[in-house]
Structure formats: structure tokens, C-alpha cells
């Protein structure tokens, strides 16, 4: 199976693009996994809340292939602690999936065609992340998540 994470934007603040570089670094021990990073819309500045969920949501849309399962990173997601996050992902890999695919969305969240093409919603929590850091969190859960299935230490250490 191979996993990806598709954000809109780039990540800016270098200790978070280093935190990520550790955790993908990490996850190469277990899974194919990849980061790709969409460039914000054009004229972003001029575009009001709906036009921009819009305008990133056409190119979001680009980047789904009909056999992937999409996953949002979303705050009216399901909800799970590490331990039944590492068996849902468990579960996805016994059933065959060949590519899992999570969204970080932009400042305003998703457009309703990237909710229709959606298979899950997950929340990482109920408090409100900044989406640069959402990245930073999701990559060292999902590397929690392969330890907790490989009964490593990390997860309790």
C-alpha cells in the first residue's frame, strides 16, 4: 500500500518542514509514503473564502484517482487515539487498498466537490490547528501508528 499526503500550500516555518523531514525520514522503514504539496490558487488575495475553497478544491480534485480511498484531515472527522488509528490503518492495508490518500485543505476548508469525492473525514482534535502544523502532526501519528503495529517502543517511550 502506499500512503500520501496532499496539502494545499507549502509549509513555511523551517522547524516544522524539519519535524516533517524527520517523520518521513522515519516512515520510509515501513510504508511507501509521499507529501505533495499544491501550490496555492492564483490571485489568492483577491478571492473571498468560497471562491478560494473552490479554486483549491478543482485542483485537490486533479490529484484523486477513482481507486484511491480519500481520507480528509477535517475538524468534523471521525475521531480516534493512536491505538485505534494504528488498527484502522491495519485494517485498510488487510483489505487490499493500494493507495490511501490524506488531504489537508486550505485556510477555509474544502469545497463540497472535494467532500462528495471523499471516502472518510478524520479529526486529528477537537481544538483548531494551524494546517502547516496539521502536517507535522498527521506524519509523526501515521509513524506512531506503524510502531504501535510493529509492537516498537516508540508509542511508550
Given amino acids: ?64 484517482e477513482g481507486a484511491d480511498m480519500i481520507v480528509l484531515l477535517d475538524e468534523k472527522g471521525n475521531t480516534f487515539n493512536s491505538e485505534t488509528f494504528s488498527a484502522w490503518l491495519q485494517k485498510q492495508m488487510n483489505a ?21 469525492a471523499a471516502n472518510s473525514k478524520l479529526s486529528l482534535s477537537s481544538m483548531t490547528f494551524s494546517h502547516q502544523m496539521v502536517r507535522l502532526f498527521f506524519v509523526e501519528q501515521l509513524y506512531r501508528a506503524f510502531t504501535i503495529l510493529r509492537n516498537e517502543p516508540y508509542h511508550n517511550s
Avoid at 505533495?36 to 478543482?58: D, R, T, V
Avoid at 487498498?97 to 467532500?115: D, K, N, P, T, W
Wanted: aromatic fraction near 12%; glycine fraction near 8%; charge should be positive.
Fill in 1 to 64: 500500500m502506499k500512503i500520501s499526503l496532499i496539502t494545499v500550500g507549502k509549509t513555511e516555518n523551517n522547524f516544522l518542514i524539519e519535524g516533517i523531514r524527520v517523520y518521513n525520514d522515519r516512515l520510509k522503514h515501513y510504508i511507501k509514503f509521499e507529501m505533495i504539496e499544491i501550490q496555492s490558487p492564483k490571485n489568492l488575495k483577491k478571492l473571498n473564502p468560497e471562491q478560494l475553497k473552490e479554486a483549491e478544491g478543482k485542483l485537490l480534485l486533479n490529484y484523486f
Fill in 96 to 116: 487490499g487498498l493500494r493507495h490511501l490518500v490524506f488531504v489537508v485543505g486550505g485556510a477555509y476548508g474544502f469545497s463540497s466537490e472535494v467532500y462528495q
